[in-house]
């Protein structure tokens, strides 16, 4: 049974009741259960760390996925959704690092490799039992019972098999490669690792020279920002192309050589410095320098410290003259290598240690940190006369990812994965790949493919998956294994994990006569595992071959813009590497999260509010659908606002709830007052005639077709917007306009109409927001759901929103011809509001007219077709449409763009504004149709001006009407005042007034009140529009409104003392039934008239379907035994007709109210008689002072004088008899009046004939008892 809805909602508490609900029924597996026969519709889960908790772009990106998948699973496929771990790598070791403070490699080399990583194991799902809970709290539904973890043996293996499919392609080598490199966590880094952390940083900024050994007075100078690595200097290079200069310094007299272009690095001005000779840079080539130190000083034999050129060096930044330490730069490496500096197998110049501390060979600085040891350096530079120019340089540095601290470059032994050779390959398959937004595809992850680089995947740590390469000393004999039963059958033992400690101490003998092969020391990079995870997930190919091939590529990811040089680059190198073809088809990508000023959402700093916070304070719903709402889905960032979340609640929820609210309060009602039991069915509900049902109906199919095309080109970011207008249509356009119907006051049969189209709308809606506010939907769909008719649910299980598949389009109930109508509308008023509210008047106070200009007379035809609505709306008498503007003074003018137009016309700008000025209407017009217009030999067009309408100052319409327009239509009110009407204003204050006191109250609109009011000073104005509008208000309020003073019998509900016009008004409002609640128009009881066909004679009559309102209601049953008794047809057969319709057990009376049946032995009538007047004689009953009794509640009633028609005429006896029992009141005595002051009795000398059709107030006499 449907239940009533609270006034006020705390969303949060909600949907926690509504988690309790999903775990009851398992929803989620419930799903996975009716759905496992659809197609399957494949979704990966890039896995994040359990070392953290989650932040904003854990949840963004969650939402995303769910918002998908939930589609997918609602438009008919089946979803297997896996939660997935990362498990490896360097966040895990980093936390252990600074837990128990290791240092470096000798430090886990003390404690040893097992102990390490029992430690790791320890930690590495430490807030999976809190990510579970944020998670499913988020509404995200995904199994984590069924989870991927990258540490488990058989997602290793499958990383071992995917290494060993590459290897056998001859797409692995081990090289030394200078790499991004984490002193913090000792190992290197993939490029696209020391990419996602780059910080604008202060480095010093110093030149140094290099003295020729051919004449020591002439030195090139060098700069750099790396002070530390001057040690390693092993060469200078030039740029071959360039001019280069030879100058003295006129204040020190050095000479030194530096590129011509880059003299600004040194020099200030010219008169700084003379130009001895001029050269290009190869004239350079081959010089000999003497070195900054002497550590390695023996290269020279092979050729360092001499001029090399190359054309990387630039004339954007420094002197022209850059410092080569081959194995700290990619650059210097290249070109030294090319030159024969350094050779592959010559030992490294590499003074630096995994932690970033000089080795032993850098004898002054051994053991310092290499940044702590810039200051050094730069004063040992100074003390040997070295140093040129020393101070700082802001420029943008790589951090680690993982520690947050400055990264170095740095050459270490790797091993590689090719991906240079199949770049045209990446690139063919990303084409194939549908990106949303489609920019990313082509420009930030296109352009990354393009230039991309081997991948080093091998880290020199230790909790990873070990690579599985087992070597000889020499490195010439490689075995690589790709199985665990693989490695058993080389080694000869069977391991159950694959992690170093297990497999590090296994050896395979050789087959070369080289001993024995014992396994590389390395592990994978964990990226590699994350792109290998569409494999692993399902340790393919070892079990499962058959499922993964028939659903690969997945139909969809999403991951944040960050992952393109992440997840989604390493899964694309992978499946091309692998299988030649893109790992999925379709991806969303999301910008970043960031803090409220704009900045990185930092822990340290506190600059965002905790997520969880969030979700307590304003609920799941409101931040899933601010996120969703915002510019982050088209992968541009988001600043972080609280309040944004709070306005959603605002804007979105609280309007759609109190439609919802509103359509349930109306069904009570109708049960309560009418009996009437809805159920909505589709298939049986009739087509509204009522405009307003028709656009909405339109209007929500139209949504769900363009909701279903953009969803399944995947951009949410055209579809949430839609939805949320879609909430102010039907709240603040749909209900608002219907709430008279919705509340029955155009008759039952228009009200369940209505009643239905909101149902429709609401239901419709409700499966379509399902995916992105899963807890409202389901909320309210616990309770719509006990209003839909059983037997029209085709869904085999219908106990959750999540369960049911999305509506479908009903084409032939879409109108545009309707929905441009009401657009048009929609301008119409809005304009006029604007207008409203630029001379301050309220919308309660009543205007003579609205005029619409529009060129298009069928757009006035569709306007005036509204005429009701834009009336009630704007609270105007009436409305007139017209395609003449000049007939009521109109004109336009333009205004330039001050900002565009000054910026673009310079010194014209005052001449062309002063001609804008002077445009005449016509001019504008013709701008306006065109889209251009020439002003002083400038071109203008529609960004340059802003047409803007006035009135002509001589025309007599000038201070009558005030104006307001769009691109369309021109809107004037009339807005000289009126008294009546300023009158009827102030009375709508008081029914504010007193509807907000209804509030205040706690009260529903089915709870019977009576108003009871005084005005301070008595007589004045207020007490006078209060008095004259009595009958206006008891309209609106549908409560009667008396003056003071208030019975001391009642029960007082509120009372309240308020200003209004200068006056005080005081209102209390009662309980109860001291007074009708408007003025009755007919029976106040449902009724049937009857005509009688039988044996050639006719009898006329009436039968009550209730009595009194709400109580004692009848049957098909009960009607034909009433039938029987009035009519004397105790002993015949009858049957009864409504038109040509036979009356049967199935019958709803109620729906024929006031109709007229006619009763024959069986024969269908000859013709319908249409008659909704009642056919006998009655008087309605109001009960003034006792309440119903005998289970009765109702405190109207009605009467028949006589039935049927000229018998049975009731008495004065008869009269007081028959209204005791209808109240239930039998042996009380009562006494009957005419009013309701009790003035005027009805006695046994009143003729009941002069009482027809009036109401008898009921006064019971008390007894001594009461």
Excluded at 408 to 430: C, G, Q, T
Excluded at 841 to 851: A, R, T
Excluded at 1049 to 1073: A, F, H, N, P, Y
Excluded at 1092 to 1117: W, Y
Aim: hydrophobic share 35%.
């Amino acid at each position: 049974m449907v239940q009533p809805v609270a006034e006020n909602i705390n969303f949060p508490s909600e949907e926690e009741k509504i988690l309790n609900l999903w775990k009851e029924l398992d929803c989620f597996r419930e799903c996975l259960k009716q759905s496992k026969n659809r197609p399957r519709y494949t979704f990966y889960d890039g896995p994040p760390f359990a070392t953290g908790l989650p932040h904003y772009g854990h949840i963004l990106a969650g939402t995303i996925k769910d918002i998908v998948t939930r589609f997918a699973h609602q438009s008919g496929f089946h979803v297997d959704r896996r939660f997935g771990w990362d498990c490896h790598g360097l966040p895990v070791e980093y936390e252990i690092d600074k837990t128990i403070g290791i240092k470096g490699p000798e430090d886990v080399a003390k404690m040893g490799i097992a102990e390490y990583n029992k430690q790791c194991r320890g930690i590495v799902m430490r807030y999976a039992g809190e990510w579970e809970i944020s998670v499913q709290r988020l509404g995200r539904w995904i199994d984590f019972r069924n989870d991927y973890k990258t540490l488990y043996p058989w997602f290793m293996e499958t990383v071992w098999w995917v290494f060993k499919q590459l290897y056998d392609k001859g797409l692995v080598y081990r090289g030394v490669k200078v790499m991004p490199f984490s002193t913090a966590c000792n190992t290197p880094l993939s490029n696209f690792e020391s990419n996602q952390n780059y910080k604008d940083v202060q480095d010093p900024s110093v030149i140094v020279t290099f003295p020729l050994e051919e004449d020591n007075s002439v030195a090139l100078v060098a700069w750099t920002t790396t002070p530390w690595t001057l040690p390693s200097n092993l060469s200078v290079c030039v740029n071959p192309d360039m001019q280069y200069v030879k100058l003295q310094d006129n204040a020190s007299s050095q000479v030194f050589i530096l590129m011509e272009a880059r003299l600004s690095a040194l020099f200030k001005a010219e008169s700084e410095y003379t130009i001895l000779e001029r050269f290009p840079g190869s004239a350079l080539k081959g010089k000999k320098y003497k070195p900054l130190f002497n550590y390695f000083e023996k290269c020279k034999e092979n050729g360092a410290f001499r001029v090399l050129v190359d054309d990387y060096v630039r004339e954007e930044e420094g002197t022209g003259v850059v410092h080569q330490a081959p194995y700290f730069g990619a650059d210097d490496y290249r070109i030294c290598m090319e030159y024969k500096v350094i050779q592959k197998d010559s030992p490294p110049v590499c003074p630096v240690d995994a932690s970033g501390c000089f080795t032993a060979e850098v004898t002054d600085f051994a053991g310092q940190y290499v940044k702590d040891a810039d200051k050094n350096i730069i004063k040992k530079l100074k003390e040997c006369g070295r140093l040129v120019y020393s101070g700082t340089y802001k420029h943008n540095y790589p951090f680690c990812w993982r520690s947050d601290t400055p990264l170095i470059y740095k050459a270490v032994p790797s091993w590689f994965i090719r991906v240079e050779h199949m770049v045209d390959k990446l690139l063919a398959n990303n084409e194939q790949c549908y990106w949303v937004p489609e920019f990313v595809r082509e420009k930030r992850f296109g352009n990354w493919l393009k230039e991309a680089r081997d991948w080093a995947v091998s880290r020199n740590r230790y909790w990873g998956t070990p690579i599985p390469l087992w070597v000889s000393e020499d490195f010439e004999e490689v075995v690589c294994i790709g199985s665990v039963d693989e490695l058993a059958a080389l080694t000869g033992v069977k391991v159950s994990d694959l992690h170093r400690e297990s497999v590090d101490g296994l050896t395979i003998p050789s087959r070369c006569g080289k001993g024995v092969l014992h396994r590389v020391p390395e592990v994978f990079d964990c990226w590699f595992e994350s792109g290998s995870m569409p494999y692993a997930q399902v340790h393919y190919p070892f079990e499962n071959r058959k499922e993964f091939e028939d659903t690969f590529p997945a139909d969809f990811i999403a991951e944040g813009i960050d992952q393109t040089r992440g997840w989604f680059y390493t899964l694309l190198v992978l499946s091309t590497a692998l299988f030649g073809k893109p790992p999925f088809k379709n991806v969303i990508v999301n910008g970043l999260v960031l803090a409220s000023d704009g900045q990185k959402m930092s822990k340290r700093k506190k600059n965002y509010p905790d997520p969880s916070e969030i979700v307590n304070s304003y609920g799941a719903d409101a931040l899933r659908l601010y996120l969703i709402n915002s510019p982050v889905v088209r992968a541009e960032n988001l600043r972080f606002k609280e309040e944004g979340v709070r306005d959603v609640l605002k804007d979105v929820f609280l309007p759609w709830y109190n439609a919802y609210r509103f359509l349930i309060q109306n069904v009570i009602k109708l049960q309560k007052e009418e009996g009437i039991n809805f159920k909505y069915n589709e298939a049986s509900v009739k087509e509204s005639d009522n405009i307003m049902d028709k656009w909405i109906v339109s209007f929500t199919q139209s949504l769900i077709h363009f909701f279903k095309v953009e969803m399944d080109a995947y951009r949410l970011y055209t579809v949430v917007p839609r939805l949320v207008k879609f909430v102010d249509m039907l709240t603040n356009w749909y209900v608002r306009t219907n709430r008279r119907r919705l509340k029955g006051e155009n008759g039952t049969e228009d009200c369940i109409m209505a009643l239905e189209t909101l149902f429709s709308v609401l239901f419709s809606m409700c499966r379509l927001m399902a995916p992105f506010t899963p807890f409202i939907t389901e909320i309210m769909y616990q309770n719509l759901r006990h209003l839909i008719d059983p037997q029209s649910i085709q869904d085999k299980d219908t106990g959750s929103i999540h369960y049911l598949m999305l509506p479908s389009v009903r084409e032939s109930l879409i109108d545009k011809q309707i929905e441009r109508a009401v657009s048009q509308m929609q301008s119409v008023i809005e304009l006029g509001r604007v207008i409203r509210d630029r001379k301050t008047i309220p919308v309660k106070y009543p205007l003579k007219e609205v005029v619409v200009i529009h060129q298009d007379p069928e757009a006035l035809k569709a306007i005036q077709s509204l005429e009701k609505y834009i009336l009630e709306e704007l609270n105007v008498r009436q409305l007139t449409v017209s395609t003449d503007k000049d007939k009521y003074g109109i004109r336009l003018r333009a205004e330039p763009d001050h900002m565009v137009l000054g910026k673009r016309l310079k010194g014209a700008f005052k001449s062309v504004m002063g001609a804008i000025k002077e445009l005449t209407n016509e001019q504008l017009e013709n701008f306006q149709s065109t889209g251009s217009i020439v002003v002083e030999g400038h071109e203008l067009h529609e960004e340059d001006l802003r047409l803007m309408y006035t009135f002509d100052q001589n025309h007599g319409t000038a201070s009558q009407y005030e104006a307001h327009s769009d691109a369309q239509v021109l809107v004037l009110l009339d807005v000289t005042p009126d008294q009546s009407m300023v009158d009827e204003g102030v009375a709508r204050e008081v029914i504010n007034r007193i509807q907000k006191l209804r509030k205040k109250g706690n009260l529903v609109p089915t709870d019977e009140i009576t108003v009871f009011y005084k005005c301070k000073p008595v007589g004045d104005y207020l007490d006078t529009v209060v008095k004259g509008h009595t009958e206006f208000i008891l309209a609106t309020i549908k409560a009667p409104i008396k003056p003071y003073p208030v019975p001391a019998s009642l029960d007082v509900i509120i009372q309240e003392k308020t200003q209004l016009k200068g006056s005080e008004l005081d209102l209390t409002l009662t309980r109860g039934v001291s007074s009708v609640k408007v003025p009755l128009s007919g029976p106040a009881c449902c009724f049937i008239n009857l005509k009688v066909l039988d044996s050639g004679s006719e009898q006329a009559g009436v039968v009550l379907l209730e009595n009194p309102k709400g109580d004692n209601r009848l049957d098909v049953h009960k009607l034909q035994r009433a039938v029987s008794t009035i009519f004397g047809l105790q002993k015949k057969e009858m049957v009864m007709f409504d038109g040509k319709t036979k009356i049967t057990s199935k019958s709803d009376l109620f729906k024929i109210t006031g109709k007229l049946l006619q009763v024959t032995p069986g024969a269908v009538p000859a013709g319908a008689v249409n008659n909704n007047s009642i056919f006998c004689p009655y008087i309605n009953l109001h009960l003034l002072n006792a309440r119903p009794q005998e289970c009765q509640k109702g405190v109207t009633g009605t009467l028949l004088l006589e039935n049927p028609v000229g018998q049975n005429g009731l008495t004065y006896r008869g009269l007081l008899h028959e209204t005791t029992k209808v109240f239930g009141l039998r042996g009380r005595r009562l006494k009957l009046y005419l009013d309701e002051s009790k003035t005027e009795e009805v006695t046994e000398d009143t003729p009941l004939k002069t009482l027809s059709t009036k109401i008898l107030y009921v006064h019971v006499v008390p007894t001594t008892s009461d």
